[in-house]
């Protein structure tokens, strides 16, 4: 198998090497030519040798400019280039790779920092759109709760009356779904005030495994759990991380009623841009092809920040890469009318948050959607 990212030398070693060469060959044809002239014409060797001495330094002076205009010049213009996109507002623009490991370096390290900047403009985004939101829900929750439980006790007093059973059915179902809507809305406004606390994330995801099935949501799935026990505690909210993995393993119920569904977390230092770790049941050859997705960050997380990884990951259809992105926004769902409210998700990408967690999404090694929580460990 071929190296994808081979070692390349710097730039150092190869202007040394090339114009090692050129002099070397500059000096052996000097020398031949010498011999020759001292040979054939002895009386023309001086005009001779001092012609090839000039051309030598013209083809020196050629070749050096040659080189560092490939080896420096190019590459600092691709890179200003870079440089120009993002300071005009495309922070999709990257630095390509070089020739040489030192512009190669210079290049990922500005990547790196359009990758913090398209990231922490995300989160700027994000945070005021949560913020806007969580005011507009708490203000629609409040003025619909009281109509709404006025038109609950009409209910029952219709149902007392001897209204239609069917009518007062439906129209009380209705009306239990828009009190599980305006619940959501109260549920995503509501900051969470209480204290970080150590949280043991195996107890928590055994238990939020060990309720679905007990409740039978999980009957007619192949559902199965991936969960060492030598995971390291997490600050967080235990019953609010229960809940969202709960929230997350339902999506995956949703997505595949009768197929695959995986609940599971691993050891693992936080890297942006890198596939997550093998699973323990993954055969020790098999290889997944996996596109480097971005991923979100934050900026107390750097590369390298110790700490689990938890997955719902299912067989269903997944997400498409261009909606991705916005599962996790508030409203926004690819389910059908009626089954939906599109807030489970924000939920979710929320309470993850504000426990000092990210949460993004992949496309699963069962085919389908691969949900992933990121929790820093607890410093000892």
């Given at each position: 198998m071929t190296d994808r990212n081979p070692v390349k030398p710097s730039l150092r070693t190869v202007l040394l090497v090339q114009l090692a060469f050129l002099a070397?060959?500059?000096l052996i044809l000097g020398v031949a030519t010498s011999l020759l002239a001292s040979t054939l014409a002895p009386e023309s060797a001086f005009p001779l040798v001092l012609g090839v001495?000039?051309?030598?330094?013209?083809?020196?002076?050629?070749?050096?400019?040659?080189?560092?205009?490939?080896?420096?010049l190019k590459p600092l213009r691709r890179l200003m280039g870079s440089a120009d996109a993002v300071i005009a507002g495309d922070l999709d623009a990257r630095a390509p790779q070089a020739e040489t490991a030192d512009f190669t370096t210079l290049g990922d390290s500005f990547n790196r920092m359009t990758d913090y900047l398209l990231?922490?403009?995300?989160?700027?985004?994000?945070?005021?759109?949560?913020?806007?939101?969580?005011?507009?829900?708490?203000?629609?929750?409040?003025?619909?709760?009281?109509?709404?439980?006025?038109?609950?006790?009409?209910?029952?007093?219709?149902?007392?009356?001897?209204g239609q059973p069917e009518v007062v059915d439906d129209l009380a179902r209705e009306l239990e779904r828009i009190d599980r809507i305006v619940r959501s809305l109260l549920d995503y406004a509501r900051p969470h005030e209480d204290a970080l606390q150590p949280v043991d994330v195996a107890v928590v995801l055994?238990?939020?495994?060990?309720?679905?099935?007990?409740?039978?949501?999980?009957?007619?799935?192949?559902?199965?759990?991936?969960?060492?026990g030598n995971l390291s505690p997490v600050l967080g909210r235990a019953h609010v991380l229960e809940q969202a993995v709960v929230n997350l393993m339902l999506n995956a119920v949703d997505a595949a009623p009768a197929g695959d569904l995986v609940l599971g977390a691993r050891a693992w230092g936080y890297q942006p841009h890198r596939?997550?770790?093998?699973?323990?049941?993954?055969?020790?050859?098999?290889?997944?092809p996996r596109s480097p997705g971005r991923r979100p960050s934050r900026s107390e997380l750097v590369?390298?920040?110790?700490?689990?990884?938890?997955?719902?990951?299912?067989?269903?259809?997944?997400?498409?890469?261009?909606?991705?992105?916005?599962?996790?926004?508030?409203?926004?769902?690819?389910?059908?009318?009626?089954?939906?409210?599109g807030l489970g998700l924000a939920i979710v990408a929320r309470a993850v948050y504000d426990m000092g967690g990210v949460v993004w999404l992949e496309r699963a090694r069962e085919g389908g959607a691969a949900f992933k929580l990121f929790f820093p460990a607890v410093s000892s």
């Open positions: 070397a060959i500059a001495v000039a051309l030598d330094v013209v083809i020196f002076i050629a070749f050096g400019a040659y080189l560092v205009t490939r080896l420096v990231d922490t403009q995300g989160q700027l985004i994000r945070a005021e759109k949560l913020a806007s939101v969580g005011r507009l829900a708490a203000g629609i929750a409040h003025e619909i709760g009281n109509p709404l439980g006025g038109a609950t006790t009409y209910v029952e007093v219709l149902r007392r009356r001897g055994n238990a939020a495994f060990e309720l679905l099935r007990a409740q039978g949501t999980l009957r007619g799935l192949r559902a199965r759990r991936d969960i060492p596939a997550a770790p093998r699973r323990s049941s993954d055969a020790t050859r098999l290889f997944f590369a390298g920040t110790p700490g689990v990884l938890i997955f719902v990951a299912d067989s269903g259809k997944g997400v498409p890469p261009d909606d991705r992105e916005m599962v996790f926004e508030p409203f926004y769902t690819t389910k059908e009318p009626g089954r939906g409210t």
